[in-house]
C-alpha cells in the first residue's frame, strides 16, 4: 500500500499557529503536506513565511478568478515563493487556463470544480441547470483541455473525474469522523479513493498530535 498523501488546511492568519500544526502533525506514517488560503496570505505576516518552509510540500489555494492578464500577473507574482500547487478556478475559462499553465513553470496548476460547500439547490440559486455531477463532468474535461496538473472535486465526484481527467485529484470536505463543519459534500478519510485528502478542522483543532493518529489509524 503506498502511503496516503494528506494536506492539512492551517485555516488561520496567525504564523505561530501556522508553526504549531506543522510541528505537531510530523510523521512517517504519511506523506503530508500544507495547504493555505485566502486567510493565511492576506495577513500580515502570511507570505512573507511561505518562503520560510523548507523541503515541505506548498499547496496555496487562492482560487484565482478573473481576466486572463490579471490570473497570469497572480501567478508571475506568486513564482517567487517556490511553492508546490497553485489554485485557479475551472470557471474562469479555457484561454485563462491554458495562458496560466503556460507561464506557471514548476508550480502544478490546480483546477479547481464546484465547491463542496454548495448543493444542487444553490447551483439553480446561482444560474445553473445542470446537476453538480454534470457540472464537474464537463469541468473535468475542460482541465483536461487546459493540460492542468491537477484537479479539486468533492468526494462524491472523484470516480466520474477519474473517467475523464488522468493525473492528480485533490479532495476537500474530508474528516476523520463524522463531523462535516461547514461542506454539504463531505465524507469520511476512510471512504475517499483520491490522491490527495484536504483536512482541516478534524486535525487542526485541540490536541493536533492526537488527531494525527486517528487518521493514521483511520488510513490502514
Known amino acids: 500500500m503506498n502511503k496516503p498523501k494528506?494536506?492539512?488546511?492551517?485555516?488561520?492568519?496567525s504564523v505561530a499557529k501556522a508553526k504549531k500544526i506543522i510541528s505537531l502533525s510530523k510523521t512517517n506514517k504519511i506523506i503530508i503536506g500544507y495547504k493555505f488560503g485566502l486567510e493565511f496570505m492576506n495577513s500580515k505576516k502570511g507570505r512573507q513565511f511561505i518562503p520560510?518552509?523548507?523541503?515541505?510540500?506548498?499547496?496555496?489555494?487562492?482560487?484565482?478568478?478573473?481576466t486572463v492578464h490579471t490570473m497570469l500577473s497572480a501567478v508571475k507574482a506568486l513564482k517567487d515563493l517556490k511553492i508546490n500547487y497553485l489554485t485557479v478556478h475551472i470557471s474562469s475559462g479555457l484561454a485563462a487556463l491554458k495562458a496560466v499553465k503556460k507561464v506557471s513553470g514548476s508550480i502544478k496548476i490546480v483546477g479547481v470544480s464546484t465547491l463542496t460547500s454548495l448543493n444542487n439547490k444553490d447551483l439553480k440559486l446561482i444560474g445553473y441547470n445542470r446537476s453538480i455531477k454534470n457540472l464537474v463532468a464537463h469541468q473535468a474535461k475542460l482541465?483536461?483541455?487546459a493540460a492542468l496538473d491537477a484537479l479539486v472535486c468533492s468526494p462524491f465526484e472523484v470516480s466520474i473525474v477519474r473517467k475523464i481527467f488522468k493525473k492528480e485529484i485533490i479532495t476537500p470536505g474530508v474528516q476523520i469522523g463524522k463531523k462535516n463543519y461547514d461542506?454539504?459534500?463531505?465524507m469520511e478519510a476512510?471512504?475517499?479513493n483520491s490522491d490527495w485528502l484536504v483536512i482541516g478542522r478534524s486535525v487542526t483543532r485541540k490536541n493536533i498530535k492526537k488527531n494525527i493518529q486517528k487518521l493514521i489509524k483511520s488510513l490502514y
Not at 6 to 13: G, H, K, L, N, S
Not at 57 to 63: A, G, N, P, Q, R
Not at 183 to 186: E, F, I, N, T, V
Open 6 to 13: 494528506i494536506f492539512i488546511a492551517c485555516d488561520t492568519r
Open 52 to 66: 520560510k518552509l523548507k523541503n515541505k510540500i506548498i499547496f496555496i489555494d487562492l482560487k484565482l478568478n478573473d
Open 143 to 145: 482541465a483536461k483541455r
Open 183 to 186: 461542506q454539504k459534500r463531505s
Open 190 to 192: 476512510k471512504k475517499v
